[in-house]
């Protein structure tokens, strides 16, 4: 399914209410826009990171909530990246475009607390994917140097001193998805070995 289509996205919302009766999480985690510094971005590369992040995440919004505060019970989570804490250089579409899920997030959360429906943003830091492989390969092609030793400037900067593991993230929404998460709402969450250096 493409999340950048309102309607398909509507079309499968609907598919899932049909066969489950219910719709209790909703996780929204659209791909990266590509790696580009503010002269290289084009109208277009705005436009697109705006619909495959922020867009994406308004149509689940859109089409969940309603149905969630219907239930009085929620948890709606999205994920965006440490890169709304503390902007990333070289990934000026991402920066943007995340941060403006995390001003969603704050908002729906101050909207739909009253119905007992919980929205959380949770920000991975380097993690150990194919999205990260392809970043550090693009970074080491332009920067005459190797993948291997753009990650290892990544851990450098790590107070934990190695990337994260994609289950140690998975485990935060897991949480955050759960009952047992019920005071915790319009929180940015950063899973990142203490990577940023904000105090928040």
Do not use: H
């Amino acid at each position: 399914m493409n999340v950048t289509e309102g309607e398909a996205v509507r079309g499968f919302v609907v598919e899932t209410l049909e066969r489950f009766g219910r719709i209790d999480v909703c996780v929204t985690n659209a791909g990266g826009p590509p790696s580009k510094t503010f002269a290289e971005t084009s109208t277009e590369d705005w436009t697109s990171a705006v619909n495959l992040n922020l867009m994406s995440t308004i149509y689940f919004a859109r089409d969940v909530l309603p149905i969630m505060q219907k239930q009085r019970w929620g948890r709606f989570i999205t994920i965006t990246s440490v890169a709304v804490k503390q902007p990333i250089d070289g990934l000026i579409l991402s920066n943007s475009a995340r941060s403006a899920v995390s001003g969603l997030v704050k908002s729906l959360a101050n909207e739909y607390g009253k119905d007992n429906v919980l929205v959380n943003n949770v920000c991975p830091g380097y993690t150990r994917t194919e999205r990260l492989t392809e970043l550090a390969t693009r970074l080491a092609a332009g920067g005459n140097t190797t993948p291997e030793q753009i990650e290892r400037r990544w851990t450098d900067q790590i107070p934990l001193g190695r990337l994260a593991e994609a289950e140690e993230f998975a485990s935060v929404v897991a949480f955050l998805a759960s009952a047992r998460a019920s005071y915790v709402t319009g929180s940015s969450i950063a899973v990142d070995g203490g990577w940023v250096r904000g105090t928040y």
